[in-house]
């Protein structure tokens, strides 16, 4: 199957819902994600197959050169085939195309392998404080 990946992509919020429910592991809720993404959002990336959600990543960013990858997730069936790694592919061009200058991701340790070596981020030194 063939997947496609859009840069700021039209995207229903029940789809994105239930993606996102399923790969963060919480209820299904009644996010309006259209709003939030337009409000919010550089850009985000959906990848589709037939015409389905199968992946989604959001950039958020600070209005000047730093943009910010959040929600990195991929539908269970479109898993391990290089689906994210396309995903953040196409947000990398798509925050350049925009005049970005840096590209940041947080995430869990488990997610080094991911975001290091199939991504192509490097380490660098940060804080965070749990709000």
Avoid: K
């Avoid at 196409?90 to 991911?114: I, M, Q, T, Y």
């Avoid at 192509?120 to 804080?127: I, N």
């Amino acid at each position: 199957m063939t997947i496609t990946y859009e840069w700021r992509g039209d995207i229903e919020n029940a789809a994105l819902e239930a993606l996102h429910a399923e790969g963060f592991g919480h209820p299904v809720g009644h996010t309006d994600w259209r709003g939030r993404l337009h409000r919010h959002s550089l850009g985000w990336v959906c990848a589709r197959e037939n015409g389905l959600l199968a992946g989604f990543v959001n950039v958020a960013w600070d209005g000047g050169v730093h943009a910010f990858v959040l929600d990195t997730v991929v539908a269970p069936g479109s898993r391990s085939r290089g689906v994210g790694a396309g995903l953040v592919a196409a947000a990398v061009e798509g925050s350049r195309a925009a005049g970005c200058e840096w590209l940041h991701v947080d995430f869990e340790e488990h997610l080094r392998p991911f975001y290091f070596d199939a991504c192509g981020f490097r380490g660098t030194a940060a804080g965070l404080i749990a709000l």
